[in-house]
Each structure stands twice: as structure tokens, then as C-alpha cells.
């Protein structure tokens, strides 16, 4: 069983998602789905494909993909659960009943995990996926699979609350931390992975965006699982003394 379609609205962040973010919206549109996209200011013409394809269009009132989400969550959403997809082509939207599912048995957060199809992933994200969430099981003492979804599901009552503040592409991965220290329920599901379309942009910088997404993760601990926080910038500074006073000797 899956939740009632009337209960759900699709989320469909974007930024010059043109070539792809029509598509999408109609897989989704085609069958009884309520969807809503949220443009980060496109410069081509996402925002007219998308409401010829069927979706609500509001343009956030500021930039990055961590804050349209959270702008949705407190201002757009109001159904009880949520599915959000990245609007680049790579995900199936027939795959929602599965991607749902687990909410009708009461999980609050279900992610969609893409890492069965390495094929679909250059090399440098496929690695660096595997690094994050094995860094998010050590940090947050949970793994859950593949933090960096771009298609997962939640109820929104769960979502909100959430404290949730980054504005860029860590917001999934804080969404993840900020469940797991709230002690909400984690559900996680294989789901298909596709490459990115030709004429796609690709919207990740891989090293400047990995970089803030390692970052995320750790710092995330302070607020939902500070003794691993402050322990480990400890142990960090008792590492330096120990290494600075064997230098010294």
C-alpha cells in the first residue's frame, strides 16, 4: 500500500532543468500526482516547461537547492507527504509507489538508493558517494544507505520538524542528520539510476560541493550528537600535542 495520491505532493527543485524537467513533471502528472516545482531563478525556459507540463511553478526567493527545500517545507507544502525528485531526468518517476511505500507503515523519511547502478555514476561521484556515507555512519552512528539522494520521501510533519539551514546541495545530507538525531524512522529502498541526459547540465561542482557536503556531515554533529562533536575535536588537539611534543623531543 502507498499513501493516497491525493495526500502527496511531488517537490521538484530546479535550476536550468529545461531539457529534462518536462518530462519528469508529466511522469509524475500522468499519474494523478500533484506536483510542485521550485525554480531557483533559471535563466532558460524551466519554468515555462514545467507549467505546460502540468506542475505549480513558484520561483524561491533566493538561491541553492537547500533553500528552495526548506522555502517548500515552511511556505508551499501543505499535503502530508512529500516526494521530492531532482528535476534532471535521472530518476524514474514510476518508481514512486516504491519510493512511498514505507511511509504507509509508518517510517517518516525514505531514500531512494541509486548505488546499485554505478554504471550511471563517473567515477569521481561514485567514489565520493561511497566516502560520505561511510563518513555519515561513523559520524552519526547510522548507515543509511546513500544520504545524497536526489529522490526520497517523507511526511511533512516529520520534515518541519527539522532544523534545517544549509541553502546549497548539503541540505540532503543535513535532512539525513538532522532525522537520525530527531530519531525518526529511516527507511531506505533500491531504486534505478539513469545518466544524465545529453543537453543536461550538470549543477554539482564535484569538489567544491563535496567538499561542502564533508563538512555538513560532520558539523551536522554538534547539534544531534554532540559528544562525538566536541570528542572529537579533543582527541584531535591531543593528537597535535602528542605529535608537536615527539617532534620536540
Do not use: W
Not at 502507498?2 to 511522469?27: F, H, S, W
Not at 541509486?114 to 569521481?124: E, I, K, Q, S
Not at 511533512?156 to 532544523?163: F, Q, T, V, Y
Amino acid at each position: 500500500m502507498t499513501p493516497a495520491k491525493e495526500d502527496v505532493t511531488v517537490l521538484v527543485p530546479t535550476y536550468n532543468e529545461e531539457p529534462t524537467v518536462g518530462d519528469v513533471v508529466r511522469g509524475f502528472t500522468e499519474q494523478g500526482y500533484d506536483v510542485l516545482v521550485t525554480d531557483g531563478g533559471s535563466d532558460d525556459d524551466t519554468q515555462a516547461v514545467a507549467e505546460e507540463a502540468g506542475a505549480r511553478v513558484v520561483e524561491q526567493s533566493g538561491s541553492g537547492k537547500g533553500q528552495a527545500v526548506r522555502e517548500a517545507i515552511a511556505e508551499h507544502l501543505q499535503k502530508p507527504y512529500v516526494v521530492m525528485i531532482d528535476g534532471d531526468g535521472t530518476y524514474l518517476p514510476g518508481e514512486v509507489d516504491r519510493v512511498l511505500a514505507p511511509l504507509d507503515k509508518g517510517a517518516d523519511h525514505v531514500l531512494g538508493n541509486r548505488l546499485g547502478n554505478p554504471d550511471a555514476f563517473t567515477r569521481l561521484n561514485y567514489v565520493g558517494n561511497r566516502i560520505f556515507n561511510a563518513e555519515f555512519a561513523v559520524a552519526h552512528g547510522e548507515y543509511l544507505g546513500d544520504i545524497l539522494t536526489g529522490y526520497r520521501a517523507f511526511t511533512l510533519d516529520s520534515a518541519r520538524e527539522l532544523d534545517l539551514t544549509e541553502d546549497g546541495f548539503g541540505i540532503e545530507t543535513e535532512i539525513c542528520a538532522e532525522a537520525v538525531g530527531a530519531g525518526h524512522s529511516v527507511e531506505k529502498v533500491g531504486i534505478t539510476y539513469r545518466e544524465r541526459p545529453e543537453g543536461s547540465e550538470e549543477n554539482l561542482h564535484p569538489v567544491l560541493d563535496g567538499g561542502r557536503i564533508g563538512y555538513v556531515v560532520y558539523t551536522t554533529t554538534r547539534r544531534t550528537r554532540p559528544s562525538f562533536f566536541y570528542g572529537s575535536i579533543v582527541l584531535a588537539f591531543a593528537v597535535l600535542v602528542l605529535v608537536t611534543y615527539t617532534v620536540l623531543q
